[in-house]
């Protein structure tokens, strides 16, 4: 069993292949490949307008790249390329094994109906009948994000920014993915909110032994969350390595610039 | 100048066969909503221009016609669309379930067992039964092609978790023949289960939406519920007051300013077809005293 863990660890679970895609004369990436391993945490970091949001939306298969192909390894073991999958395999894919964290928690989650249902909606997308059962996942779930149970009937709209996250999280994480894409998860949120959320993060993450590409401008949230840091600038990849190795030791000029431009209080 | 400005049943013949052609693409694909290009009828939207549209495609000289409004046979809605088809079609109208061929319905599904000798034509205000939970079209539309109904027990789950029970009593969300969620119009949830297995066609128009759906006979028709929250349908607690009948769909009737009402059959036809047969209710002379008092 150790071995059969050990041997599916050792395979990545999300392969990119030489990705570029551009808007007429913009380049959004160009020749972007990397390897994601199951557990592992990989920061796409960079200004904006470098081209992260483009390449998690490729990575997604939300938006399809001019070149290159994206594969992952689904949950049978058998690697595929996303471009060949159907869309109902791939929305299926989406809502299953895969989480989608937005930077506007409006935007991924259903502000007019409870938490509780925020959070069971993947439950009865994939076949599940019992109300009772679906309304336990869904507390639980809001336990462990750091949600009082007691504002289950609640919706979204009366909850903080942070909470909002946070429930965001819980709605894509009930169906146990192994993969969750994030994009600026911390954006707009108040420095003790977003510890907070890091935190819940970190933890869960761990715990669950996901696999996550985060999109951050933030260097404070890749150096907490993330193993390995990809650095991008005008589309393309300038420099990847262990995330303390970049940070500690940036080879780029670019990257010294982003490291040098952080305030420490 | 002796020839009628219109045809026979008010449409012109391209435009019934393009109705056809929706409703026989409706039938052999069950609760899925066919887009037609729906036409301008010479009443308002929301007066059922949707079902009108579909009995006039379907309707010939000797079909029988019955309309009905909650049930009602005597309601303006009914009363005019009845007028409207007596004129520009000449056909035969009535106002006994069993003797008509073609009933157009909003909001009721008559309490009379249909036969296969008829069709059940309902007038849809919002085909979508995704609408109020997924504003896209695009996106319900793909929803609906690949069968993605999780959002529907959304709808329901939340009911529960705001009223302990599903409180949605009408526009109950069905399952057609194990496939497409459908909308059954704003019929009661107490019609659902008539709609299971039902021996008569269903046609549903919605003129507005430009949409038209159907289900076959003998079709499959779930209600969809929670394991641990079945479906369960809803009527009044109580025996119609002028017929005494224990298993209809009761309309609430105020009488007065001081808390009075009373119950009585949806169903007209089916009440007055009791009181024939002389069942009464506890206060079948009420409403002719009263005219009575009045003068």
Known sequence: ?265 | MSSPAYNFAYLDEQTKRMVRRALLKAIAIPGYQVPFASREMPMPYGWGTGGVQVTAAIIGPADVLKVIDQGSDDTTNAVSIRKFFVKTAGVAATTATEDATIIQTRHRIPERALGEHQVLVYQVPIPEPLRFLEPRETETRRMHALAEYGLMHVKLYEDIAKFGHIATAYDYPVKVNDRYVMDPSPTPKFDNPKMDNCAAIQLFGAGTEKRIYAIPPYTKVVSLDFEDHPFVPYRFNAPCELCGSEDSYLDEIVTDDKGGRMFVCSDSDYCEGRQAAGHTGSLISAPYKERAARG
């Open chain 1, 1 to 265: 069993m150790a071995n059969q863990n050990l041997r599916e660890n050792d395979e990545p679970l999300l392969i990119a292949d030489d990705l570029s895609k551009s808007f007429g004369k913009i380049i959004a990436c160009q020749d972007v490949s990397f390897k994601l391993y199951p557990g592992e945490i990989l920061a796409i970091v960079g200004e904006s307008g470098s081209g992260k949001s483009t390449l998690l939306q490729i990575l997604s298969g939300q938006q399809s790249s001019g070149q290159g192909r994206v594969s992952y390894r689904m949950r049978d073991g058998v690697t595929r390329d996303l471009s060949t999958l159907g869309e109902a395999e791939r929305r299926f894919l989406f809502r299953t094994d895969w989480g989608y964290v937005r930077q506007d928690p409006a935007q991924g989650l259903r502000m007019a109906v409870s938490a509780g249902a925020n959070v069971g909606e993947r439950l009865m997308a994939v076949g599940w009948n019992h109300y009772g059962r679906i309304r336990a996942a869904a507390s639980s779930w809001l336990e462990r994000v750091e949600i009082d149970v007691a504002r289950i009937d609640d919706t979204p709209r009366t909850y903080s920014g942070g909470m909002r996250q946070r429930l965001q999280i819980a709605r894509n994480l009930v169906t146990q993915p192994r993969l969750v894409f994030m994009d600026e998860p911390t954006g707009g949120l108040d420095v003790s909110v977003q510890a907070r959320l890091l935190d819940v993060l970190r933890n869960l993450v761990r715990e669950l032994h996901l696999a996550v590409v985060i999109v951050t401008h933030d260097l404070a949230v890749a150096r907490l969350l993330s193993d390995r840091l990809l650095v991008m600038k005008g589309g393309q990849v300038i420099e990847t390595g262990l995330t303390d190795q970049v940070l500690d030791d940036p080879a780029e000029h670019y990257t010294q610039l982003l490291v040098s431009s952080i305030l420490s209080p």
